[in-house]
């Protein structure tokens, strides 16, 4: 028999793992976690000898492969500068900004979700393969969803596999469906606003463009410091394009939707292509559609790498979204969260 490759040990663990989901033998409401585990979220990446990409290169990972981390270094001489944090993996070391660190949460089926309602949903998975239904072609799997992203669902069906799915509403492909054991409900306690009482014109937020440090205020004292990953200064490829620079002066928050779909809204985009259903937690601050919002395809705060809008980790942007106005103004878990109005104040500068 042949042996089998690093990689392909990596994949079959995975699949095994995410056969879980759907055997008869699961226990309703089972979790299998793992928080040592990191998702390559770019094309393919280069394991080094030494936390430094000087050093000799001894292997490589592509798209979606799923490692396991012993541990976390600082780069020799602290490089690179902005991000020096460096994974130990099987046979050397990674950098960590083209890493997502994912878990495996396997989650019970909401029984009905009622007509005419929508029910946000969380990926708990690593990635998760959504597929589309059919008369002519049946059940074919499309475009897959990644750890922390965020979806609306609008019902529970029978997937391919015979076990509950949700039906997703994408608001620039339709609808597709996603396994239900692999999306967590959001509750509507999950989003409830913070420091409410605290007036409007008492809040601010202040992004440094120069340190790509983001910082909240309540009554001019910090509550909350984080670096981002702002737009690429000179990012445009030619005068047609528009710049991916994030701009700098006074704005104040217009819109938040807690889902949102960025890209052209095509299900069978290539994998490098600018398509990313379900970026969670998006604040607009500008009519352009500049916006602070949660980032599942990188690691690398503290470096410009963005189209314009302000990345965020997710769990960081979450709690910006339920901090800034405009208020949450509902109790319905049916409610859409879609808040207009003139909000929170947000200064950008270098």
Not at 245 to 265: A, C, L, N, R, V
Not at 288 to 293: E, K, N, R, Y
């Amino acid at each position: 028999m042949d042996k089998l490759s690093r990689r392909d040990l990596i994949k079959l663990g995975a699949a095994a793992l995410g056969g879980l989901a759907f055997s008869p033998l699961l226990p309703a409401g089972l979790s299998v976690q793992d928080a040592t585990l990191v998702r390559v979220a770019t094309t393919s990446l280069s394991v080094y000898r030494e936390p430094s990409d000087k050093s000799a290169i001894v292997g490589t990972w592509y798209r979606d492969d799923l490692l396991r981390v012993y541990g976390e270094v600082t780069g020799i001489d602290g490089e690179p500068k902005n991000n020096p944090i460096w994974y130990r993996v099987w046979g050397g070391y990674l950098h960590r900004a083209r890493l997502q660190k994912v878990k495996t949460l396997l989650n019970k089926p909401l029984d009905i979700i009622p007509e005419g309602t929508r029910q946000l949903v969380e990926v708990t998975m690593p990635y998760t393969q959504c597929h589309q239904s059919s008369k002519a072609f049946g059940w074919r799997p499309n475009i897959r969803l990644y750890y922390e992203s965020v979806h609306w669902v609008t019902a529970v069906e029978p997937g391919p596999d015979g076990l509950p799915w949700y039906k997703i509403f994408d608001e620039l492909t339709g609808t597709y469906y996603v396994s239900a054991a692999h999306v967590r409900p959001i509750r509507h306690s999950d989003l409830e606003p913070i420091s409410p009482d605290v007036p409007s014109e008492q809040k601010r937020i202040e992004v440094n463009l120069t340190t790509q440090v983001l910082t909240a205020y309540e009554y001019d004292q910090a509550v909350f410091q984080t670096k981002i990953a702002s737009g690429i200064p000179a990012g445009r490829r030619n005068p047609k394009e528009l710049s991916t620079k994030t701009p700098d002066g006074d704005f104040y928050i217009q819109e938040k939707m807690p889902s949102k779909h960025m890209g052209d809204g095509s299900l069978f985009a290539g994998i490098d292509d600018y398509e990313l259903p379900g970026v969670p937690w998006t604040l607009f601050f500008t009519e352009s559609g500049h916006a602070f919002h949660g980032t599942y395809w990188h690691e690398n705060f503290g470096t410009p790498m963005s189209h314009g809008c302000i990345n965020m980790r997710t769990s960081e942007s979450r709690w910006l979204f339920r901090w800034t106005r405009p208020p949450h103004v509902s109790q319905e878990l049916s409610t859409e969260y879609y808040f207009r109005g003139r909000g929170t104040a947000v200064n950008i500068h270098y």
